[in-house]
């Protein structure tokens, strides 16, 4: 297991990359291995935009980015959570 630091450094890497399959799974690996870090809703807010732009997985996406609404302490990171959030089920 990698430090939560090298984990979302790995994470942002492949995102950047255009590699997002990977980068979800390197994102969902920080959320199991540090569930109650305090980096964790800004992580969700993270996977819930790759699954909702780039993956197209609408069902985890919701529930990434509703989490991470609820976590979030940025008032801007909450209002694009929101606001991909109504997006997305305006798509369903």
């Excluded at 990977?22 to 969700?44: I, T």
């Excluded at 732009?53 to 609820?70: C, D, P, Q, V």
């Amino acid at each position: 297991v990698l430090s939560a630091g090298q984990q979302i450094e790995v994470a942002n890497a492949l995102a950047h990359e255009r590699r997002y399959d990977a980068a979800a799974h390197a994102y969902e690996g920080y959320l199991h291995a540090y569930p109650a870090s305090p980096d964790a809703p800004e992580v969700r807010l993270f996977l819930g935009l790759v699954y909702a732009r780039y993956l197209g997985e609408s069902e985890r996406a919701i529930s990434h980015l509703k989490r991470a609404a609820e976590g979030l302490r940025s008032e801007k990171q909450r209002e694009l959570a929101m606001s991909e959030l109504e997006a997305v089920e305006r798509r369903q």
